[in-house]
Antibody, heavy 118, light 108 residues
Framework: QVQLVQSGAEVKKPGASVKVSCKAS????????MHWVRQAPGQGLEWMAV????????TYTQKLQGRVTVTRDSSTSTVSMELTSLRSEDTAVYYC???????????WGQGTLVIVSS | EIVLTQSPVTLSLSPGERATLSCRAS???????LAWYQQKPGQAPRLLIF???NRPTGIPDKFSGSGSGIDFTLIISRLEPEDFAVYYC?????????FGQGTKLEIK
């Protein structure tokens, strides 16, 4: 079955960077786009970024442009999201989510809590 | 950017009742480009409906979606205790897609 397993929780200071990984299994990794969605405490879902199946194209929300980078490694079936210049408002649970090709998300990682605090 | 507005913000119902959740878009969305998700506390969202009315494998038929244009609806018939959660609609008519703010379905 499809599984997306994310890396563990992180605590970072303002100005630092964080890298969250998402390891996929149970399907052909190179045929699906992967998105990142985040959720601040008690808030709704916010789309962040997408990387296409080959990793050749990424799209980021304008809000995070310049601070977020998504990469994928087909040799390890892993997608990674790096967020730099962290601020307190980046405190959230970060999810990876698989896109079967039409824009909805049929499988999600378990989430990674990132806390930004001095 | 297409904005999705969900109503009500909170819906209080009893087990056995029927829930009707609304999602209104700021401009027309193709019916093939609207999805619904369920999220329980401490869990990742789960896809319930895609393409306005299609259920993924494993989603029971008590969940049904409908709508067109700017108005979309999720109906949950015969509420059970495990259905009380937060529900989000999502459009993917444009890239990126966006989510509604969510409807919390709580036990009355």
């Amino acid at each position: 079955q499809v599984q997306l397993v994310q890396s563990g929780a992180e605590v970072k200071k303002p100005g630092a960077s964080v890298k969250v990984s998402c390891k996929a299994s149970g399907y052909t990794f190179s045929t699906f786009s992967m998105h990142w969605v985040r959720q601040a405490p008690g808030q709704g879902l916010e789309w962040m970024a997408v990387v296409n199946p080959s990793g050749s194209r990424t799209t980021y929300t304008q809000k995070l442009q310049g601070r977020v980078t998504v990469t994928r490694d087909s040799s390890t079936s892993t997608v990674s999201m790096e967020l730099t210049s962290l601020r307190s408002e980046d405190t959230a649970v970060y999810y990876c989510a698989r896109d079967p090709g039409n824009g909805w998300f049929d499988s999600w990682g378990q989430g990674t809590l990132v806390i930004v605090s001095s | 950017e297409i904005v999705l507005t969900q109503s009500p913000v909170t819906l209080s119902l009893s087990p056995g009742e029927r829930a009707t959740l609304s999602c209104r878009a700021s401009q027309s969305v193709s019916s093939s480009q609207l999805a619904w998700y369920q999220q329980k506390p401490g869990q990742a969202p789960r896809l319930l409906i895609f393409g306005t009315s299609n259920r993924p494998t494993g989603i029971p038929d008590k969940f049904s979606g409908s709508g067109s244009g700017i108005d979309f609806t999720l109906i949950i018939s015969r509420l059970e205790p495990e259905d009380f959660a937060v529900y989000y609609c999502q459009h993917y008519a444009t890239s990126p897609g966006t989510f509604g703010q969510g409807t919390k379905l709580e036990i009355k």
